[in-house]
């Protein structure tokens, strides 16, 4: 029996449950003609598919209601994995927060995230040529951008980008004994800043506060 006093726990609250399964159980779980579950604890299962593939699955409630979230597909996400899993969903729960829209908000997060990094920001300034560049121009703006600021932070936020960012990117032309290419990427970093400033992705341009910060061409 349990001790006097000790919390009574259930599937939506953030505990370490000692689960049922095993990686023997996984590995023998044999497809059928139909769908069926075998259960772990506090709410995670295994879901056997008729092609033999295995999803993990969380039951929990919400709001009163019940609901079911996927964890990852076995084997790339472990027996280890998914209970982990299962318990960061618990840990959000017992903190009042529905997992589902958590994943939702994080997807749309992220979603934002990647249409506003330095790359995508670049690419829509070369596609819409707000500077007037000649073709040929532009030409080399794309490879310049492409060679030496994307690998750097192309994949970056443009709005959390910081001049030390651009700096340490310019550096690396610059030690490469290519001054003259330094201060046109800077140029061109700053277009794409501006644009970003224009287009309501970034409130400031980093390279602004980079003047001086190279050697002379």
Partial sequence: SRPPGSPTYSPGTAMAHKGKLTDVHLRNAKPTEKVYRKADSGGLCIEVHPNNARYWRLRYRHGGKARMIGLGVWPEVSLK??????????????????????????????????????????????????????????????????????????????????????????????????????????????????????TSRAESDPTRDLKGALKRA
């Fill in 81 to 198: 994995d998914a209970r982990d899993g299962a318990a960061e969903v618990r840990r959000l729960i017992a903190a009042g927060i529905d997992p589902v829209q958590h994943r939702k908000n994080e997807a749309r997060q992220q979603a934002v995230s990647v249409a506003n990094n330095f790359e995508a920001v670049a690419r829509d300034w070369m596609r819409h040529n707000p500077d007037h560049l000649a073709d040929v121009t532009l030409t080399k703006a794309r490879w310049m951008l492409e060679t030496f600021a994307f690998p750097s932070f192309g994949a970056r936020p443009i709005a959390e980008i910081k001049p030390p960012e651009v700096l340490d990117a310019l550096r690396k032309v610059e030690k490469a004994g290519k001054l003259e290419t330094a201060h046109r990427l800077r140029s061109r970093c700053s277009q794409v800043f501006r644009y970003a400033i224009a």
